[in-house]
T-cell receptor, first 114, second 114 residues
Framework: AQSVTQLDSHVSVSEGTPVLLRCNYS??????LFWYVQHPNKGLQLLLK??????LVKGINGFEAEFKKSETSFHLTKPSAHMSDAAEYFC????????????FGKGTTLSVSS | DTGVSQNPRHKITKRGQNVTFRCDPI?????LYWYRQTLGQGPEFLTY????????KSRLLSDRFSAERPKGSFSTLEIQRTEQGDSAMYLC????????????FGEGSWLTVV
């Protein structure tokens, strides 16, 4: 069965410092992996996705993530946080051979202070 | 704006009443999904359509819930005899056919059952 574990429920950083949001996944097959962001009272926006091409994936707004099969991880990083990055972030796994559903983690709340 | 559109955005209803939400997907997308998100949790898959066919249903979708997509375009999600536990945000999403295609989410419909 597929599952996603976001290792931190809340991460706080200062503006201009690096961001690291951690995600581990479990999947029986070669999964597709995504990071979505959700700002308050807004819908989910795709940041980036991994679908078995390059293991380092670049997304929007300066975010990137690296797929590490040996560690079953897909951590999200950004070199320098901006105040507008404050939001809820979801790590998501999709296993096309097991169905079409996206499986979401419980989310990590990112706070950015000035 | 040609994104996924949902309405109403907010609904307050008394316990025991029926409610219906509508989703208009991105026009060329033949796949449509419904998810439910409660406070502090990631979205949970409810059901999935390819064109007008409902191909997957989660065990979360009790018999009080019914979803339709009669012409393969817009979809409705009806909840009968609402309960307080149904209070959540109901998210609709759509994608084009094909594994790994990006799933685009609407801004959601908030349901509060009092």
């Amino acid at each position: 069965a597929q599952s996603v574990t976001q290792l931190d429920s809340h991460v706080s950083v200062s503006e201009g410092t690096p961001v690291l949001l951690r995600c581990n996944y479990s999947s029986s097959y070669s999964p597709s992996l995504f990071w979505y962001v959700q700002h308050p009272n807004k819908g989910l926006q795709l940041l980036l996705k991994y679908t078995s091409a390059a293991t380092l994936v670049k997304g929007i707004n300066g975010f990137e993530a690296e797929f590490k099969k040996s560690e079953t991880s897909f951590h999200l990083t950004k070199p320098s946080a901006h105040m507008s990055d404050a939001a809820e972030y979801f790590c998501v796994v999709s296993d096309p051979q097991a169905g079409t559903a996206l499986i979401f983690g419980k989310g990590t709340t990112l706070s950015v202070s000035s | 704006d040609t994104g996924v559109s949902q309405n109403p955005r907010h609904k307050i209803t008394k316990r025991g009443q029926n409610v219906t939400f509508r989703c208009d997907p991105i026009s060329e997308h033949n796949r449509l999904y419904w998810y439910r998100q409660t406070l502090g949790q990631g979205p949970e898959f409810l059901t999935y359509f390819q064109n007008e066919a409902q191909l997957e249903k989660s065990r979360l979708l009790s018999d009080r819930f019914s979803a339709e997509r009669p012409k393969g375009s817009f979809s409705t999600l009806e909840i009968q005899r609402t309960e307080q536990g149904d209070s959540a945000m109901y998210l609709c999403a759509s994608s084009a056919h094909g594994a790994g295609n990006t799933i685009y989410f609407g801004e959601g419909s908030w349901l509060t059952v009092v």
